[in-house]
């Protein structure tokens, strides 16, 4: 039986979504692409059940559906931490384990052992919800959707998060269950799509304009255009940036990380960590999911409990010496996964991006009117001037993003902490933010620390990396991963 959307509208407070018709027959597994906007997350949500349309009608969808998506994530987190019972335990709560997680979705639990390892979960099937890395979480989700052993599997940036072997793992799984299964993927990566994928849906500003072969999909004139696009607006973002640079002076150099070590009850992390970063360094962090990138990014930002017991002098300041939080804070601009997770305030769009000049999550100081025109100057540059006064959890999770990502730009800060910066952006938003990283790196503008999985994201002034390695079974003794410092 065939999906059939009829006229369907979807309006939010902040987006459209318009289907006039399109029809999936059973034989076809369709990719979601939208040149800007959101959406492909919309329709996922609309799918799923967790919004209702506004008009028009959905025919044919299978009793059994699995989902996946950023949404339904950031519900499971909450939902977590609503459970949290550290204050009464005489250990911290770490969450509900992998297994617990995916055992309650199980329509068979004799499958469960097969689902663990269909997505790589058995070795951390004990390991609570809350020590997952981003790329472990994504994987935990694809696993209570294939619990429900759906006929319709939706996808919304499957490959977020992954690494590059877990996103080679991805599609061959995909493939393999696209005999069984129909799927539906949303993306906004062009080239991010297995074999199986037969057809193309083309979002257009909410509208779908268009539907296409997987063959035409590769020479379709739109993707020229949006890079094109996005190239003249990051020039944009650059001046503005530029207008706005940093002025403090800081010794050399920036960071240093003497035989840096983290070490949990269970489990060390890394140890023997030396690190410096000097002035006009940009570098990447590298390495498979769960090997402590976020970890070791966290010990520099401040926000991990065991950088007190390193040893890290950061502009000149050792930490524990007496310094502030905000001494060191003031200079570093972070966007990441942990901090969008974290950022659950109903502020408005506007006072997220003013957050920025007092590293808070919420608004709670009087801006100058500087400081608010400046804000606005950035709304404007990622086209939100219209949402200023929308509520940050009414937003989709790409518009999200990119207020996050004002907000760490908007300080002028020294260091400039990138944590998978790209998850939940749009295509055209994707290409302004990487071509935008590029200039600010070329031109010094800040220093980048930087983290991605996606080779193609590699930004070219780059050229210093920090990478995790994995240790063969005979070299591990109590850590997985060596950390190696290289200069290319």
């Not at 209570?144 to 919304?156: E, M, N, T």
């Not at 793992?169 to 062009?190: F, I, P």
């Not at 890394?270 to 970890?295: A, D, L, M, Y």
């Not at 390193?310 to 502009?315: A, E, G, K, R």
């Amino acid at each position: 039986m065939s999906i059939t959307f009829t006229q369907l509208h979807y309006q939010s407070a902040t987006t459209d979504l318009s289907i006039p018709e399109w029809q999936v027959q059973p034989n076809q597994h369709w990719a979601i692409f939208s040149s800007y906007g959101q959406a492909g997350t919309l329709l996922v949500d609309l799918i799923g059940g967790d919004l209702e349309p506004s008009s028009g009608s959905i025919h044919g969808l299978p009793e059994k559906l699995g989902v996946v998506s950023l949404a339904r994530q950031q519900a499971l987190l909450e939902a977590e931490i609503k459970k949290d019972d550290t204050d009464f335990l005489d250990r911290i709560d770490t969450g509900s384990t992998v297994e617990q997680l995916v055992r309650e979705c199980c329509e068979d639990a004799g499958e469960l052992e097969a689902i663990l390892q269909q997505v790589d979960l058995v070795a951390l099937r004990e390991r609570g919800f809350r020590m997952l890395s981003t790329g472990e979480t994504r994987r935990l989700m694809l696993a209570r959707a294939l619990a429900s052993k759906p006929a319709l599997l939706v996808l919304d940036e499957p490959y977020a998060g992954l690494d590059i072997q877990h996103q080679q793992d991805l599609s061959a799984l995909l493939n393999k269950l696209s005999t069984t299964v129909l799927l539906l993927l949303v993306t906004s990566r062009e080239d991010e799509l297995p074999d199986c994928i037969s057809h193309i849906a083309l979002f257009d500003g909410g509208k779908l304009s268009q539907t296409m072969s997987h063959e035409k999909w590769y020479h379709h004139p739109v993707l020229q255009q949006l890079k094109a696009q996005s190239a003249e607006r990051s020039e944009e973002v650059l001046a503005l940036i530029r207008q706005n640079r940093h002025q403090a002076a800081m010794p050399d150099p920036l960071v240093d990380l003497k035989n840096g070590k983290v070490e949990y009850i269970d489990k060390l992390i890394f140890e023997s960590v030396n690190w410096q970063i000097n002035h006009g360094e940009h570098w990447q962090v590298r390495g498979p999911n769960g090997c402590g990138k976020s970890t070791l990014l966290g010990l520099i930002f401040g926000d991990h409990p065991q950088c007190y017991s390193n040893d890290i002098t950061i502009f000149g300041m050792k930490r524990g010496s007496g310094e502030t939080v905000w001494d060191i804070k003031q200079h570093i601009g972070m966007v990441s996964s942990a901090l969008h997770l974290q950022y659950r305030v109903s502020c408005s769009a506007l006072d997220v991006v003013l957050s920025g000049f007092y590293d808070s999550i919420g608004l709670y100081q009087q801006p100058s009117q500087n400081e608010i025109e400046q804000a606005k100057a950035w709304l404007a540059i990622f086209h939100m001037s219209e949402l200023a006064s929308v509520s940050f959890r009414q937003l989709e999770y790409g518009q999200q993003r990119l207020l996050l990502i004002a907000r760490a730009l908007i300080k002028k800060p020294v260091l400039l902490i990138l944590d998978e910066p790209y998850q939940g952006l749009d295509f055209l938003n994707r290409k302004l933010v990487y071509n935008a990283l590029e200039m600010v790196a070329r031109e010094n503008l800040s220093q980048l620390l930087y983290v991605s999985h996606h080779v193609e994201d590699a930004l070219p002034s780059i050229t210093n990396f920090v990478e995790f390695v994995p240790l063969t079974d005979e070299e591990i003794d109590s850590v997985a991963y060596t950390v190696n410092i290289k200069h290319d």
